[in-house]
């Protein structure tokens, strides 16, 4: 994401827009607010519905003769709600406008066809589909690529260089590995994919939107105090809160019960202002849960306010 917001910022003027949405992860935010400050861009942000939706109805009335460039997530990372990629591609393109997509929560759990989208760029990262961390992959249409120019410079992406400073880079993808790649990392995300693949991404998406229903609906009717933000998406991540307790003590109290959950803003601290909230739990459900684990977390939820008991005793 810092790739192409660098690159792409360098071919913009001063004033021209970049829309993002306030549910961003801070990895699609930050890069593009230090171009907002060096090269003077616009940032503005896409209004989600009041549940967090982004919908290509409020992309189109956000759009502007400014805009230029359109970067958002196909699935977002603490609601994880989904967005029509083709139809805001299809859009963005009638008015000339780059669409980039952060597919980090949006590869790993469902199907990802650059082509059928039509969009312009799509990151995602290895770590989060069973591969090795501090890998990803930057995917762009060949035409684009050419285009920009890399934001840093190393080895191996240069054809030649001389004492007077001049100097030809490779062609893409080349062009943009500026030093040594992760070699090992590379492959490890390699084997990763090709595992997930075995398995098929539409039976990951079918398994996990069930695994997350059926937890949803457990916890609704078990657990009363629970208020859970994104109850009607379409992937395994659950947002939620239990009333009266803190999001990091609620965190720990799942992690007694051996059970993993984040609690904090998820690198998205300008969605929390969105919610009125200052923190939230999130479990996040993906292919080698099972129905088993889904029953020990919400038997674990059920006992959530016991922590507290305990910790004043
Ligand atoms: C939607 C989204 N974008 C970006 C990132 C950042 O990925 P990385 O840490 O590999 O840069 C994450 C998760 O960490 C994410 O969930």
New binding site residues.
């Given amino acids: 994401?810092n790739i192409l917001a660098f690159a792409i910022s360098d071919t913009l003027e001063p004033g021209d827009e970049v829309l993002l949405t306030v549910a961003?992860?801070?990895?699609?935010i930050l890069p593009w607010f230090r171009k907002q400050e060096e090269k003077h861009i616009v940032i503005n942000y896409i209004p989600l519905t009041a549940n967090g939706r982004l919908t290509v109805e409020n992309v189109a009335k956000t759009i502007s003769p400014k805009t230029r460039v359109i970067s958002i997530?196909n699935?977002?990372?603490v609601l994880g709600y989904t967005v029509d990629v083709k139809a805001i591609c299809e859009l963005a393109h009638k008015h000339n406008i780059l669409v980039v997509i952060?597919?980090?929560?949006?590869v790993p759990r469902t199907k990802t066809d650059v082509k059928e989208w039509d969009c312009d760029f799509l990151?995602?990262?290895?770590?989060?589909m069973c591969g090795p961390?501090?890998?990803?992959v930057l995917y762009g249409k060949y035409e684009h690529l050419l285009k920009l120019t890399p934001p840093f410079m190393g080895g191996g992406m240069n054809s030649r260089f001389d004492t007077c400073g001049n100097y030809s880079l490779m062609l893409p993808p080349l062009k943009f590995e500026f030093g040594t790649q992760h070699i090992a990392g590379v492959i490890g995300f390699g084997a990763a994919i090709d595992y997930i693949e075995s398995i098929g991404i539409e039976k990951i998406s079918e398994y996990e939107r069930k695994l997350k229903a059926y937890a949803v609906k457990r916890l609704q009717a078990e657990v009363p105090n629970i208020k859970i933000y994104n109850a009607d998406n379409d992937s395994g991540i659950i947002t939620f809160n239990i009333e009266g307790i803190f999001a990091q003590d609620l965190a720990t109290h799942f992690n007694a019960h051996n059970i993993c959950v984040r609690s904090g803003q998820?690198?998205?601290k300008i969605l929390l202002d969105y919610l009125g909230t200052a923190a939230t739990v999130r479990a996040s459900v993906y292919f080698y849960n099972t129905k088993e684990e889904i029953d020990a977390f919400v038997e674990a939820a059920k006992k959530g306010e016991d922590y507290l008991d305990a910790f004043f005793e």
């Fill in positions: 994401m961003e992860h801070a990895s699609n997530a699935i977002t990372n952060d597919g980090a929560q949006g990151a995602f990262s290895s770590h989060k961390t501090g890998v990803g998820h690198c998205a």
